[in-house]
Every structure is written in C-alpha cells, then in structure tokens.
DNA sequence: TGATTAATTAACTAAATGGTATAATGTGCC
DNA sequence: GGCACATTATACCATTTAGTTAATTAATCA
C-alpha cells in the first residue's frame, strides 16, 4: 500500500461519525465488538463492518480472547494524518486569506 | 452543518489523491479549473467535480473574474482535521502500543 | 455577429458504501 | 452433546461516488 492509499483509507475510514465514535472510544482502552456497539442504534454487523473498515485502514487491531475480539486503537494513520496536515499549517498561521486571495487574484507562493 | 457534519465532510473529501492533489497546488496560489485539471489524465467535468466537493467541504473557496472562477484554499478544515486527530496525540507520543494493550486485555484509560 | 475559450450541466454507467435480516461459525459452560 | 453467547458471513437493497460523453451557458475577442 502506498502512501496515498494509505491516506486513502485513512481519510475514507475517519469519514463517518459512527467510526470516529468507536475511535473515541477505545482510546480509553480496548474493547469487544459488542461494547463497542452498545451506544449506537446500529446493528450489530454495521458495527462490525464499521471496524472492518478501521482494521482495514490500520486504525484498529485485533485479538482474539476465547469467543471475543479485541479491538484496540492504533494511532499510526493518525499520526500520517497530522503530518499532511502540517504542510498547510504555515499557511493558515500566517492567516492568509482564501478570499483576499482570490479577490486580488494573487497567484504567487505566499513566501516559502 | 454540525461539527461532526463538517469534519465527516472534510474526511471525505479529502480521502480521494486527486482532491488531496489538488489542494497542494492550491497551496501555491489561486488556480483556474483548467489550470488544475492540467496535471490529471481525468476530463474537465471530472475536476469540476472534485473542486464541488472541495468546495462542499469549505476547502476551497471560489471567485469569478470573466470567463475564468478561480479558486483558492481555506485551510479552516485543515484546522478542524488537525485539531482532531490532536486529541490523540498524547497516546501516540506516550507510545502506547496498540498490539500490547490487546495482548494484555487492558482495560483501563491510560492516564487522564 | 460569430467564433473561441472556460466551465458547468445533463444523462448515463459501474462500482463502492451503509445498512438490513438471517444464517453460520466458534468458544465456553453445564 | 447441547445451549448460550460473541462475532462474522451472506444476500440483498438503496444511495452515493467517480467517471464518461455530449450539450449548454457565459464571457472575450476578432
């Protein structure tokens, strides 16, 4: 998997409320499926599925205890997340304006 | 729109490498459609797509200057994404690990 | 006015997503 | 073995997404 794709995933998984809800939740520590389920309306296999789409992000890893599967929080794709942000820090800590930007029509780098 | 509404809109437009492309350029300077279609093998009415998710999302604001819309970056997503995933941060620099806290059924909040 | 350029709209297709209900699998316990 | 529980698999449905081609709008320019 690329860098992009894993971005992909990443940003694509992070994209629902109901995922980033069991995100919340097993950064205070790991969790059965059923737990993770318990707050929400959905059924079960849409939680499942939910986590498969973390898991398959790298968001979410996975154990196995008797008849329970683990899942813990695995922050690495978050840590992408915030360094690809970061390139755009510079831009918004010097509080340039997208509209001055446009309106004046200004095409050159901001300074770099 | 809610603010799980603008971050699941932010994710996900940003979860596509052509868009997360097209923000870097913007992060050059404004740029017209055809200007930032030029790059990409995709036809015109595809980019024009993916700026209206852009633009959906609030990262990319839009001008008009004859026959010419301009676009240009607001990077305030970028600030709600970043702000996010900070609430993590602490357990990725604690180096907690994911693979550990499964392995030793720890349940507990890692410190708060 | 007519031609050219920039960009969008419309109509369509293929594939992915999010959800459901129900059935199947695996594990511990009596 | 047989029951109960946790979880996943299957099959299906509705909606959204990403892309295409072709037509249309809007503005400039000769």
New interface residues.
Partial sequence: MTG?EQ??AA??A????TR?AI??RL?????TVNELAEPFDATLPAISKHIRVLEAAGLV???K?AQFR???????P??A??S??????F??EAR?D??D???N??????DE
Same sequence: chains 1, 2.
């Fill in positions: 992009d971005l992909d940003f694509s992070l994209a629902h409320p980033r995100l919340a950064a205070k520590g790991t969790a890893l996975r154990g205890d683990p899942c813990a929080l695995d922050t690495k978050l840590e997340v915030a690809w942000t970061d390139q755009y820090r831009i918004w340039f997208a509209m930007r446009i309106l029509g200004m095409k050159e780098t901001p």
